[in-house]
């Protein structure tokens, strides 16, 4: 299989959803790609330049793209994330793996465990129907302070514990992928991994308008929006990792930010420390807002 094949399974795509180039002749071109990444509905919107650059920014996004799902996907059972839940040690992690670790071990700190990338345990007795008495069991291997995290190795100090990176790795890959097409000299461009980053103004000049869960359009220039839905199709999608139960706020939260990885992570934690304690992990990271649902 060549790497280029190799790239598209891994991200879900066919060959025709690689870019599809709109041009008129009453604006600029806007080039989009849509495809899966880490498992969720992904875009890339590129505006006002040429197809052949468009085209090579955004397949240098799908080599990028791949390589971070061999680090952060727990659908791939050889990617380093599996592995550590797997084996409990993973030595020599790669470096993104330890960045993203460590800002979450960071966020577990400022908000008293309601973020904490250790909650997987509980996520699996929830997805397999556990009881009450299993899921208490569960939440007992659950305790970001059992997470060791160094350049040379990562580790669980507890038996059975196990890490997902659902609430904020999308936020990362976002902001890897806005830099490398910043990197490739694309100015306005919007990337949508599950999370949203803009660089640079809408080509009209303006800000970039976003609906988002029952806000109004949210005006959004070179900065990161963020929404964690606490219930969706009537499951839980977010757990208080200190109770085992969702939070007793429902509503989403959105968060506005510089980039997606903070803007990611405090929307999760923001939704389990609710609206009354916001204020407090906001003011550790400048910049950030949560926004208000109409």
């Given at each position: 299989?060549?790497?280029?094949?190799r790239?598209?399974?891994?991200?879900?795509?066919g060959a025709?959803?690689?870019l599809?180039?709109?041009?008129?002749?009453?604006g600029?071109?806007v080039?989009?790609?849509?495809?899966?990444a880490?498992?969720a509905?992904?875009?890339i919107?590129?505006?006002?330049?040429?197809l052949?650059?468009?085209?090579?920014?955004?397949?240098a996004?799908?080599?990028?793209?791949?390589r971070?799902?061999?680090?952060?996907?727990?659908?791939d059972?050889?990617?380093?994330?599996?592995?550590?839940?797997?084996?409990?040690?993973?030595?020599a992690?790669?470096?993104e793996?330890?960045e993203?670790?460590?800002?979450?071990?960071?966020?577990?700190i400022?908000?008293?465990?309601?973020?904490?990338?250790?909650?997987?345990?509980?996520?699996?007795?929830?997805?397999?129907?556990?009881?009450?008495?299993?899921?208490?069991?569960?939440?007992?291997?659950?305790?970001?302070?059992?997470?060791?995290?160094?350049?040379?190795?990562?580790?669980?100090l507890?038996?059975g514990?196990?890490?997902t990176?659902?609430?904020?790795?999308?936020?990362?890959?976002?902001?890897?992928?806005?830099?490398?097409?910043?990197a490739?000299?694309?100015?306005?461009?919007?990337?949508?991994?599950?999370?949203l980053r803009?660089?640079?103004?809408?080509?009209?000049?303006?800000p970039?308008?976003?609906?988002?869960?029952?806000?109004?359009?949210?005006?959004?220039?070179?900065?990161?929006?963020?929404?964690?839905a606490v219930?969706?199709?009537?499951?839980?999608?977010?757990?208080?990792?200190?109770?085992?139960?969702?939070?007793a706020?429902?509503?989403?939260?959105?968060v506005l930010?510089?980039e997606a990885?903070?803007?990611?992570?405090?929307s999760?934690?923001l939704a389990?420390?609710?609206?009354?304690?916001?204020a407090?992990?906001?003011?550790?990271?400048?910049g950030a807002?949560m926004?208000?649902?109409?």
């Amino acid at each position: 299989m060549t790497e280029r094949r190799r790239i598209l399974r891994l991200l879900g795509l066919g060959a025709a959803a690689l870019l599809l180039p709109r041009t008129s002749s009453t604006g600029p071109t806007v080039s989009r790609w849509q495809g899966v990444a880490l498992g969720a509905p992904a875009r890339i919107e590129l505006h006002g330049i040429d197809l052949d650059r468009a085209r090579r920014a955004i397949e240098a996004s799908l080599e990028e793209l791949a390589r971070l799902e061999a680090v952060f996907s727990l659908f791939d059972p050889e990617s380093a994330l599996s592995r550590l839940n797997r084996d409990g040690v993973l030595r020599a992690p790669p470096l993104e793996l330890v960045e993203v670790l460590g800002f979450a071990r960071t966020l577990a700190i400022l908000s008293e465990g309601a973020f904490d990338p250790t909650i997987q345990p509980l996520w699996r007795a929830v997805a397999h129907g556990a009881t009450r008495q299993e899921r208490v069991a569960a939440r007992r291997r659950v305790d970001w302070r059992k997470l060791e995290v160094s350049p040379g190795a990562v580790a669980l100090l507890r038996r059975g514990m196990a890490v997902t990176l659902d609430g904020i790795a999308q936020g990362y890959l976002t902001d890897r992928i806005a830099g490398l097409l910043r990197a490739h000299g694309v100015e306005r461009v919007l990337v949508d991994l599950g999370e949203l980053r803009a660089l640079g103004p809408h080509p009209e000049g303006r800000p970039w308008r976003i609906g988002r869960h029952g806000l109004p359009a949210v005006e959004l220039a070179d900065g990161a929006l963020a929404t964690s839905a606490v219930v969706v199709d009537g499951r839980p999608r977010i757990l208080d990792p200190r109770t085992g139960e969702p939070p007793a706020d429902r509503a989403p939260v959105t968060v506005l930010a510089p980039e997606a990885l903070s803007a990611d992570g405090l929307s999760t934690a923001l939704a389990v420390v609710g609206r009354g304690e916001a204020a407090g992990l906001l003011r550790a990271f400048p910049g950030a807002r949560m926004l208000a649902a109409a």
